[in-house]
């Protein structure tokens, strides 16, 4: 048994759940793992693992869980936890996320994606977190520029001082465009990490997961997190139907947010494309390379948006299109580069 297995054992006993059966669950792309307990009543928990001495810490996921919850929104409840050593239990949501539940039954997808459309309107009209970091212009840059320091850095081009240039630039436009960071973002908001709770009413209907990661930031960008999705195509219509309600409900300008929407497109998928690579090339993780045509897809889209003429000639000479070749390199590279 390892140091870690007993941490754990140890933590379920103290808190109540020594005697659960545990089962695997799905992992994601950190160094969070999970396991559903199964209680003798029937009644199941989720039990998170992120170790610390991995970088992994709980207070963050803690903190957000709590103001969604108190905001009305159905973030899992937290029913025990240990900080120090890094273990969460936490209400059991269930296993149907809308992209599941949008491959069983693909009448339901307008209906879903309303709901979660709804959540992030009455998400947006409550206040901030005390202390939650800004996504600002000079961090929305440099998380952009992932895409040279690890994709192009994959295509065997040198890729520091260009990293660097183009963050200068990129910085100005974010700077000028979408400026505000007056909502908190949960920057992972998407049909993998929502769940369909359909006894539940109104906003609580959608199940929040992974949001540990949230800032302070524009409020386009969950919008762009789910409906441009890396991991499945969200119907154009759709898109489009989805983003006008928002407008609608919200009482924003529809032409001013479309060109915040793309902008804030253009500089989240430029940071997947690289933090894919990076999966890969750092972490072994060379599934990740699988969803990078789609996102650059999303990328060549947003890029023929008149809000990106200052910067896409600098983007189109130097992220090359990901050609089969350079998807073969990039898995090639899997687990081969310990750091920057």
């Excluded at 969604?68 to 996320?97: K, M």
């Excluded at 009455?122 to 440099?142: C, F």
């Excluded at 000639?313 to 920057?340: F, H, M, W, Y």
Aim: aromatic content about 8%; some cysteine; proline content about 6%.
């Amino acid at each position: 048994m390892t140091d870690r297995e007993t941490a754990i054992q140890g933590f379920l006993q103290a808190s109540g759940f020594g005697n659960a059966q545990r089962k695997n669950l799905a992992g994601d792309a950190s160094n969070r793992r999970y396991e559903r307990l199964h209680l003798e009543d029937g009644t199941t928990h989720v039990l998170m693992d992120a170790p610390p001495e991995k970088g992994e810490d709980i207070r963050p996921f803690v903190t957000i869980a709590r103001h969604l919850r108190h905001t009305g929104l159905s973030a899992p409840e937290i029913i025990a936890e240990d900080a120090q050593q890094g273990f969460l239990i936490l209400e059991d949501l269930g296993d149907d996320l809308f992209a599941r539940v949008v491959a069983a039954a693909p009448n339901k997808e307008e209906t879903l994606y309303a709901a979660a459309i709804d959540v992030l309107v009455d998400l947006h009209q409550a206040p901030l977190p005390e202390h939650l970091a800004p996504y600002s212009p000079k961090v929305m840059a440099e998380m952009a520029a992932h895409a040279w320091r690890w994709y192009r850095r994959g295509c065997g081009l040198d890729f520091e001082d260009q990293a660097r240039a183009f963050e200068e630039i990129f910085e100005a436009i974010l700077a000028e465009t979408v400026p505000e960071t007056d909502v908190l973002i949960q920057r992972d908001y998407h049909a993998e990490n929502l769940l369909w709770l359909p006894e539940r009413a109104g906003i609580a209907q959608v199940g929040l997961l992974d949001f540990q990661d949230a800032m302070a930031g524009h409020r386009a960008y969950d919008l762009v997190s789910l409906l441009q999705d890396a991991r499945r195509d969200v119907p154009p219509a759709l898109e489009t139907n989805m983003i006008a309600r928002y407008c609608a409900e919200a009482n924003i300008e529809p032409a001013a947010f479309d060109r915040a929407y793309h902008l804030l497109g253009l500089q989240r998928n430029l940071r997947i494309l690289g933090v894919f690579a990076r999966l890969s090339m750092h972490f072994g993780k060379a599934h990740y390379v699988d969803f990078i045509p789609r996102v650059w897809g999303f990328i060549e889209r947003d890029l023929a948006h008149p809000v990106a003429d200052p910067i896409r000639d600098t983007i189109t000479s130097e992220i090359p299109a990901p050609t089969p070749e350079i998807l073969k390199n990039l898995r090639d590279q899997c687990g081969t580069v310990p750091t920057l």
